[in-house]
């Protein structure tokens, strides 16, 4: 999209540029696909998700060969990518928040082993509670990992940074892996012209051949990589990756030189705006300092003599340029967009103090300021507000409050608590039908009683109206349907995915009955917590006798790639509760990246269609058996619209769950938006992938497979095509030339089908 | 209704100056003509302000910005798209929303009824709606005293050309805001549907012409003593002294109070209970849960269908497809016929004051 257009201020440098208008992820995938990495290792998180999207999408159209790897959660994508820097591949990687945080164990790995890669952090708070927007609350959590750190303030930066950073972090006295941080939506999501070289080679050229450091694939060199290593050597390899850093901040102005010299465009380790005489200061990471510029320009204009400190470099620290600038300056106001909870001033703040501590000269007042914090806008009144306060103390000779949050209001308690009352609590009558009976029957399988559906439907719904999910969205009726099947009192635990987001966005609750989130991948896990604490308080007589509660996880198919592990666990250990999977087939929270529950040749946003490229590249994942592999109690599967299967299976699910232990169920449900349909559509197509096999109704229970529905017998079933014609995700794989692929998509659900039935027929299977 | 969270509240606002580099006409006291677009979830508003800016910044040589309001929330939630253009010679550093724009497009007529879409505009400036009525009588119903009103039927438009309300839109704001060239306009809705998407080049440029031809507009000037709406920012729904520790919500169940009737995109489904069987299934199918029923017939316990509590139902039409009967069908939402077949679901919120 790029275009030369004729403009009055074009790059000096010594490279032709040309000029777009992009968005700070676009920037980074730009910058990305011009490096060519070997690899890019991720895991979707937004704001962070479309740098892989933009790069899957340039990779299908033939513009790149970088090998994308969707790995199985952000811990799994570090692993990818320090793998593949052991290889001595070129890395990629980007995240943000929990992502980061998932990840972080493996930063001091990397830096420790001394392998470069770039890592882009597009900030996003940190939870919980879980907030999307962005603050810089994850960046901080790698201040000491032994990474380089850089930040970008706006798409531009964000670009030149990455190729600096890289640049740096390959240099042979270095050896260092690097971070670029830029704002999670203010810098990520939004456009502004910007330039490219406008030639990949150029790039490439500038980086040169990638640094081969001690390598893992060549095996007439073998060497031992990450060796078992206590005192006294461990002290000896932390200072050699202290001296790492101090190479770095020598190589780090050179490196920034030869970029001015090829893009024209001149950084700094620490960006200064009008500071050559500035009285008052403040000092601002990323786009609130450029906010915080404009401000300068109109006090400037009233005589004020303010100015703006805001660092590109936060590791290594550039603590002398600090020094040097803020000598003659009275006052300056630090703003973190962080906190350090109990420290009194965020981790910047006390290293610009301490940078000043060393200045015998210095008599500059600092305050502190936490702003901003959950993606809080930051306006010109904001930085008004700011040099205010700086002006303030630098008047007064002294920091009256040295160390505040800015932008929190105390809210009025007299009114609060009962200003948004919804539904009154349900009482154990109300869920309870009496119209459903589950019993031990004579072949070891339980027999369920049900009425028709119609007569549940004035049984109370324990999901109310309000949420916001997408018109035509197959969750709330699939959820619903399922739990009218329980009787009795239930609490409930979402993962992190679409249900959980639409239903508890603050202050409102669509769940009227006791719900509980734990993040992306830990819900099994937090759920068996629960379940044996509510025993073990049962046991102790803490809690009533009689009290009777089912336990139900909710989680998407998403959640159960990067939280198979602890759903293998509580499995396992057989805690008595349900997990119900509903599987819209893809990360649709996110803006529909593939899951591994996506089937083969499907298009997402990261498995996209063109020459290169023809969707998702491997088969869906058959959670079902995994999870009946663990040999639990009860396993089934069901689909939205057929709610009389689906509220004998939630029948079931609670007797077992009550009386033997886990239970795990998968349940099929439409997403208009990402499998591109109508809204109204949606019953009509996973009925379609019932009938067509993909998708087949059954149940294990203890052990035994039982279909309970199956096309075959009444003429039902209909070929693959005729689901897939029905989506415009899957819409491609009916054209001729892609035959092959919907050959082997034919060819895997005839394997898995032929499977199922023959342990239908046989209880030994 | 604001995207979640809470309420909105007035604000005072500074802006920063021009700083003295090159102007262009009609921009506000920041140097910037800033433009925002009021629009829900699936309507293109993002999609038309990325167009927009980048044919002012790539073809028309302008310098400029833009993005869209973010959140977790999904398709039929409000969104704003905001775009910033100015001189070439300025650089763009604010990366907050606008506030104060000289433009705002309203993509979606029913949001005029939950949030107030020309807060902020400047006394002379310029507001679009998508709408059947004139431009009269929405500057009626937003007590709009002066600047120009213009109203087009865009979602008409789309539903003629099989397009979509976006390009409508795009086509009205060209004919209204004098720094847009509406050549270069359309050379860059070209570009942006060629490849994948060429088939729909045309429909486009035709819907985009007639935007451009058939929205009307009538102009007041400003007297003195006219300023420009206050304009409106979020606020939490609690403060640090009353919100519940912790961050959880102590009130079960209460998105009951949530409207969520501006996420209907132009249809509704309506119901004939005497065609009518009480068979239940538009209750299996709908993912809103906005399907009332009774289970005292008469003295028998016997289930029955009551209605639809429209304040929740987001038209997504499943029912209509379900229904064995006939007795759903889809009919294009006139204002006022929601509020007058809804059946509540919640008959006791009616008498309660502060619902949101």
Known sequence: ?????????????????????????????????????????????????????????????????????????????????????????????????????????????????????????????????????????????????????????????????????????????????????????????????????????????????????????????????????????LINNKYQLERAMDAAGSAIPEVFAEYEALSGRHYDPVDLYRMDDAEVAVFLVNSAAQTAKDVVDRLRARGVRAGVVSPNVLRPFPAQAIKDVLRPVRALLIGERSSSYGAHGANLTHEVKSALQDDPANATICLSRVYGLGGRDFYAEDAEAFFSLAREAAESGTAEVPFDYYGVEPGDPTVALTRRRGTPPLTRQEVTSGLLHVAPGADGRLEVEAPPYWELATKPKRVVPGHGACPGCGIFPALDQFLRGIEGDVVVLYQTGCAMVVSTGYPYTSHRVTYVHNLFQNGA?????????????????????????????????????????????????????????????????????????????????????????????????????????????????GVEGYPDDLVAKAAKAQWYAQYEGTVYGKVLISCPLNWKTEDRVGVEVVQAAVDSCFFPLYEVEHGITRLTYDPEPIGRRVPVADWLKLMGKTRHLCQPENGLTLAAIEAEIDRRWLRLKAKHENPLL | MEPVGAGTTVVRTSQPSGGGVGSLPGVGEDGFFGIRFESIGGLGAHLAGKILAESVVLRQGLNGAHFSSYGSEKKGTPVKSFVRICAPE???????????????????????????????????????????????????????????????????????????????????????????????????????????????????????????????????????????????????????????????????????????????????????????????????????????????????????????????????????????????????????????????????????????
Not at chain 1, 540 to 567: K, N, Q, S, Y
Not at chain 1, 601 to 608: D, P, Q, V
Request: net charge negative.
């Open chain 1, 1 to 233: 999209m790029a275009v030369a257009v004729d403009l009055s201020r074009s790059p000096s440098g010594s490279a032709t540029q040309v000029v777009g208008f992009r968005t700070g992820n676009e920037m980074a995938a730009l910058s990305a696909k011009q490096v060519n990495f070997h690899l890019m290792g991720y895991y979707p998180i937004t704001p962070s998700t479309e740098v892989a999207e933009i790069l899957d999408e340039m990779k299908a159209a033939g513009a790149h060969q970088i090998v994308m790897v969707p790995a199985d959660g952000e811990h799994g994508a570090a692993g990818i990518c320090f793998g593949a820097a052991t290889g001595g591949g070129r890395v990629f990687n980007a995240t943000s928040s929990q992502g980061l945080l998932y990840q972080l164990e493996e930063l001091p790995v990397q830096s420790g082993s001394r392998y470069p890669m770039l890592l882009d952090i597009v900030t996003r708070t940190v939870s919980g509670p879980l907030d999307i927007r962005g603050d810089h609350s994850d960046l901080y959590y790698t201040l000491n990992t032994g990474w380089l750190i850089f930040t970008a303030r706006d798409p531009q930066a964000v670009y030149d940074l990455n190729l600096i950073a890289l640049r740096v972090a390959e240099h042979p006295e270095v050896r260092l892996p690097a971070i670029v941080a830029f704002d999670g939506f203010f810098t990520s999501h939004q456009k502004r012209r910007v330039y490219s070289f406008a030639d990949d080679a150029i790039v490439q050229h500038w980086l040169g051949p990638v640094l081969e450091p001690v390598k893992a694939l060549d095996p007439r060199r073998p060497v031992t990589i990450g060796p078992y290593m206590n005192d006294p050597d």
């Open chain 1, 525 to 637: 896990a937090t759920l068996s917590g629960l379940v044996e604490v509510f025993h073990e308080r049962v046991r102790r007589g803490e809690l009533p006798a009689d009290e009777d509660i089912t336990f139900v996880m909710v989680t998407g198919d998403g959640g159960m790639d990067i939280g198979m592990g602890p759903a293998i666990g509580a499995a396992l250990r057989r805690h008595g509760m349900i997990i119900l999977e509903y599987d819209n087939e893809g990360y649709m929270n996110t803006g529909s990246q593939l899951s591994y529950s996506t089937p083969l040749g499907h298009l997402t946003s990261t498995s996209h269609v063109g020459p290169m490229e023809l969707g998702k590249s491997f088969h869906h994942k058959d959670t079902p058996q995994i999870m009946a592999a663990t040999n639990i109690p009860y396993v089934f599967t």
């Open chain 2, 90 to 356: 300025r650089e763009v550093r604010t990366s907050s929303p606008v506030e104060t724009p000289q433009l705002v497009a309203v993509f979606h007529e029913a949001l005029a009824h939950s949030v107030d879409v020309a807060a902020g505009l400047s006394a002379t400036g310029t507001l679009i709606v998508s709408t059947r009525k004139s431009p009269e009588a929405i500057r009626e119903a937003l007590h709009l005293r002066s600047g120009t009103v213009a109203t087009l039927d865009a979602l008409g438009i789309a539903l003629q050309e099989k397009t979509r309300v976006n390009t409508a839109m795009l086509g009205a704001v060209a004919r209204l805001c004098p720094i847009i060239d509406p050549e270069a306009l359309k050379e860059t809705l070209r570009a942006s549907f060629a490849g994948r998407y060429a088939h729909l080049i045309d429909a486009n440029l035709v819907t985009f012409d007639r935007g451009y031809r058939e929205v009307q507009s009538t102009t007041r000037p400003a007297v003195p003593g006219d300023a420009a709406r206050p304009v409106q920012r979020a606020t939490p729904a609690f403060g640090y002294l009353d919100a519940p520790i912790g961050g959880a919500i102590l009130d079960a169940g209460n998105s009951i109070l949530r409207d969520l009737s501006t996420s209907r995109q132009g249809f509704i489904p309506a119901l004939d209970l005497g065609a009518c069987v009480h068979c239940g299934i538009c209750d299996i199918v709908c993912p809103d849960l906005c399907f009332a029923w009774s289970d005292d017939g008469d003295g028998q316990p016997a289930v029955r269908l009551l209605g639809i509590d429209y304040r929740y139902c987001k038209g997504c039409l499943k029912c209509v497809d379900a229904c064995p009967t006939g007795a759903l069908t889809e009919l294009r939402e006139e204002e006022g016929w929601a509020e007058e077949h809804r059946v509540p679901l919640f008959p006791w919120l009616e008498s309660r004051k502060g619902s949101e």
